[in-house]
C-alpha cells in the first residue's frame, strides 16, 4: 500500500528553522515526482516546492524561493524540506505529495497532479 509519512513539524519563533521528513512506502520513487504543499486554516492548499526523481528538477513557490530547499534520500525513500528564515505566514499544515509521473514545471503546482498524500505535519512559526 502506499504510504506518505510527514514529520519534523513543530512550534519556532520568527527567523527559525525546522527540516520536513516525508517517509514513503509502496511508490516507484525513480518514476514519481514529489512535493510539499501548505493548508492554512480558512485557505486553499497551496504549493510550496516539488523534485521529480527521473531528473531531480525542482520547483519553488515565489514565497519561500530562497528560504526553503527540497531534496531526497533514494536509499531511504525519503524527501525532505528545509525551512530556514522562517516567517508567521509560514504557518500551515503541511502535506508531502506524490505524483504517478514526471510534472512539467507548468503542472507541479497544482493540487490535481498528485494522487497521493500524507497525513500533515504542523508548522507553527511564532510572531
Known amino acids: 500500500q502506499v504510504q506518505l509519512v510527514e514529520s519534523g513539524g513543530g512550534l519556532v519563533q520568527t527567523g527559525g528553522s525546522l527540516r520536513l521528513s516525508c517517509a514513503a512506502s509502496?511508490?516507484?520513487?525513480?518514476?514519481?515526482?514529489m512535493a510539499w504543499f501548505r493548508q492554512a486554516p480558512g485557505k486553499e492548499r497551496e504549493f510550496v516546492a516539488a523534485?521529480?526523481?527521473?531528473?531531480?528538477?525542482?520547483s519553488y513557490a515565489d514565497s519561500v524561493k530562497g528560504r526553503f530547499t527540497i531534496s531526497r534520500d533514494n536509499a531511504k525513500n525519503t524527501v525532505y524540506l528545509q525551512m530556514n528564515t522562517l516567517k508567521p505566514e509560514d504557518t500551515a499544515a503541511y502535506y508531502c505529495a506524490a505524483s504517478e509521473k514526471w510534472l512539467g514545471i507548468g503542472q507541479r503546482t497544482s493540487v490535481q497532479s498528485y494522487t497521493y498524500w500524507g497525513q500533515g505535519t504542523q508548522v507553527t512559526v511564532s510572531s
Open positions: 509502496g511508490v516507484p520513487f525513480s518514476s514519481y515526482g
Open positions: 523534485i521529480m526523481w527521473s531528473d531531480i528538477s525542482t
